[in-house]
């Protein structure tokens, strides 16, 4: 929901619409201006109803005995009663989290299991070779264009790695071919990017995967882990698992990976970690101990014949699977790949994307049921 106000009478009603969840689709949209024609856009916010009415009184001082469809008691002397538009779907007809007609225009929502997570911070992003940044929804296996990213990037700079934490914000790892061109925050609304003040703490932490992992067990708080190296060793050496902390973006290590080969991070709202190790011997998925930098809590190996020659890779969590996007030397364009991780059985799900992903974020408020 985007709670863009602009009337300060309107204040506490958005406030209140902002902060706490909603109850499905069947809502309506508050019409201030005339200008919601159905849709939550700028000034329409989302209420519940309790009646049929079809009016509400967005005032909420609680002079007047009157009950309004949101819940909240209006006062007759001081606004008047706004008509309200029943949800719609989207133009493509369907509405994606189940409240608003495009959640790209939700960053407010808090339908969140735990009420702090926006409906887009709930799918998959990558980002490609090219600057351009997708979303991805992994259940209808739908790319869709976010943007491009502009970022201030140093001459001959691309991105690398990519994450997004509960707020919907990816976080853009660069890279210039012999290290590090910092981290950027980039919006998943429209792409629009800020450089941070993340600087290199030495050369271990040159370049890296990234991954956001809730604290613990359905917990809103989350901590950043990369599994950092040099350039000369990131492929092929044992790296260090590093916590960035925000909002300084400060780099900690916390302990040496005990499986070489650099990787690509997703975490969970469980609060577990895992590295997708395109480049060991043989590839494979391991959960990391996030006290420890240990592997052997869990793995999953891939095969040698269709992950053998490490290529543009990223990985993220969803759903209870693991989508590993992967695109070998023999490849024209990135393959969508789904490890089951209860059998551990792998297959493409989508072929030649048409993609060079190099990078993909999902929150730990992505689902972590298995999703039919």
Not at 146 to 170: E, H, I, W, Y
Not at 260 to 273: D, H, V, Y
Not at 281 to 290: E, T
Request: charged share 15%.
């Amino acid at each position: 929901m985007r709670c863009s106000t602009v009337f300060a009478l309107l204040t506490l009603v958005f406030a209140a619409a902002c902060s706490s969840p909603s109850s499905g689709g069947g809502g309506y949209y508050v019409d201030v201006h005339g200008s919601c024609d159905g849709k939550s856009s700028d000034g329409c916010g989302q209420v519940t109803p309790t009646d049929a009415s079809g009016a509400l009184d967005v005032d909420a001082e609680g002079t007047d005995a009157a009950t309004t469809l949101d819940g909240t008691v209006a006062d007759s002397a001081v606004g008047e009663d706004v008509p309200m538009v029943p949800d719609v779907s989207d133009d493509a007809g369907t509405d994606l989290d189940g409240f608003f007609d495009d959640p790209d225009a939700s960053p407010s929502d808090t339908s969140g299991p735990l009420g702090d997570c926006p409906e887009r911070a709930k799918i998959v992003y990558v980002v490609t070779t090219d600057n351009k940044l997708y979303s991805f929804q992994p259940d209808k296996l739908l790319f869709k264009l976010v943007g491009t990213l502009k970022c201030p990037a140093g001459f001959g700079a691309s991105p690398f790695s990519m994450s997004v934490d509960r707020q919907a914000n990816a976080w853009v790892l660069y890279w210039n071919g012999s290290g590090s061109d910092g981290i950027y925050k980039v919006s998943t609304l429209d792409a629009s990017c800020t450089k941070t003040t993340y600087k290199t703490a030495s050369k271990n932490l040159e370049i890296f995967g990234m991954g956001f992992s809730a604290d613990g067990m359905n917990q809103t708080a989350e901590t950043l882990f990369v599994i950092a190296g040099s350039v000369s060793s990131y492929w092929s050496g044992f790296d260090t698992l590093t916590t960035i902390s925000f909002p300084g973006l400060q780099a900690s290590a916390v302990a040496q990976v005990d499986f070489a080969g650099g990787a690509e991070l997703t975490g969970n709202g469980k609060g577990e970690l895992f590295g997708f190790f395109a480049g060991s011997s043989p590839p494979s998925v391991r959960q990391i101990d996030k006290a420890t930098g240990k592997t052997n809590v869990k793995s999953w190996n891939l095969p040698t014949s269709n992950f053998g020659s490490e290529g543009d890779v990223a990985f993220a969590q969803w759903g209870g699977a693991f989508y590993l996007f992967y695109q070998g030397a023999a490849d024209t364009s990135t393959n969508v790949w789904k490890l089951d991780a209860t059998t551990g059985q792998v297959a493409v799900v989508k072929a030649n994307t048409g993609l060079t992903i190099v990078g993909a974020g999902v929150s730990s408020c992505a689902p972590t049921a298995v999703v039919p």
